[in-house]
């Protein structure tokens, strides 16, 4: 195999995982009420499988990305990728809702390093000429895997049980692994720069202490304590960060740069007021409505496919128009889906439900591709890697926040009983976080108005 063949191949390899790991991600929410039943896991445990891996991702994305950056990207790749398939295999054999929390967060872990490193290895290994097509046929698969999750999981659940989904979805990883490792030499160096080792610790433990301590705050008064101790860490952190030589964020760079701090606040107000609800109708229609996970994944997936047709047309458009304005439109959209939602209830139709899922998919089309363009072009190009990373960043932070709302509802309103023999605080625990989604989607629209109105007078 030639050079050019070699490294064509190897873009091919980095989208399978760029696909696989999206559809883990968006087809576990339509294994968890088969997977509740049958190892009798209580609403707070099934909350924890999802808000676990997010957390470990989130916490441990930004400090894999400055190691990588100080050692060898392509290792990072290959041992992430050989310990996602590993976990995504191991918890299909799992036989209790703990060790699937335990494996989701492990899981979390190795999930960071490969998502620190796959674009930028795809921007090392490919010619610049080739760079847009390549990146184009990474983000693709992204969508693809996001939109395929929900439906292909209900499929694969409703056929043969929740277990085989990660079955299916660690032999795919692994498989990709072996690809990899074929393709792609690596070579393990010391760190080259020096790693904020402390702001990364102070990251993971304000990250373990919200989770925590809104998972337990029925059961004990350590978790309210956990959760006031999380809260007080944050701003130790941004103490730590102004400290040290080499910080995980600038944000010295990010207080002198209204367009990007603003972008990024946006893009984490979204992602915190509209992550919760695919999570939320997946119970809600396989466990209220009593649909198969087959016919939930129909629904669900209207959302993804729905944004994966439109985004590139919004993209496109934002070339044309102040980014801005198709920003606020999805924004909009979105907040009204989520007032819709706050109105569901046990009677609701499913094409009511639909029109909520619509409204949102097309929110999160307009909002994602101009938002990021607005990002990416407020830096220089060697700032190019900073703001990627940070909007990943945030992306995570937000789904993370989003799941918080939704635990500590559940920990407060259900504890540790089932969902299926408590319907009733389920739906209340929808409508509280479906409120509380709103306010934040209000406050991106606010935001976003604002800064709309600061461009305009800066023009005028």
Partial sequence: MNSHSKISSLVYVIALTQFAMPFMFSGVGITLPLMGVELHASAVALGLIETGYLGAVT?????????????????LFKVGLLGYGLLTLSIGF????????????????????VMATGMALITEVVAKENLGKAMGLSIGAIYAGLAAGPFIGGIITS????????????????????LTHTLM????KRPQMKVDWLGSAAVIAIIICLIAGSAILD?????????????????????????VDQPLLRFDRLRSNAVLSNALLSQLLMYSGSFGMTFLYSLYLQEVKALSPQEAGQI?????????????????????VQPTKITLAGIISTA??????????????LVYICTTIILQGLGFAMFSSPNMTMIMSSVAAEHYSMASAL?????????????????????????VGTIRASLDRYLSVMQYSFVAFSVLSLVGVTLMIKLIAQHATKHS
Wanted: glycine letters at 8%; zero cysteines; charged letters at 10%.
């Fill in 219 to 243: 059961e004990t008064h350590w978790g309210g304590v956990l959760l006031v101790v999380g809260l007080i860490s944050i701003p130790v952190f941004f103490w730590i960060e102004k400290r």
């Fill in 94 to 113: 799992a036989s209790s809702p703990a060790l699937i929390i335990t494996l989701r967060i492990i899981q979390g872990v190795f999930g960071a390093m």
């Fill in 300 to 320: 669900l997936v209207i959302g993804p496919v729905l944004m994966a047709i439109t985004a590139p047309l919004f993209g496109r458009l934002a070339d044309r």
């Fill in 159 to 178: 056929s043969f049980g929740w277990r085989w989904v990660y079955f299916m979805t660690g032999v795919v990883l692994l498989l990709s692994f072996l």
């Fill in 59 to 75: 916490a441990f994305l930004l400090p894999v990305g400055r190691l990588a950056d100080a050692t060898d990207k392509k290792t």
């Fill in 185 to 188: 030499n690596s070579q393990w």
């Fill in 336 to 349: 009204i889906s989520l007032m819709m939602a706050t109105q569901v209830g046990a009677d609701t139709s």
């Fill in 391 to 415: 909007a990943s960043k945030t992306r995570y932070l937000g789904m993370v926040i989003s799941m918080v709302i939704i635990t500590l509802l559940m920990s407060s309103l259900i504890g």
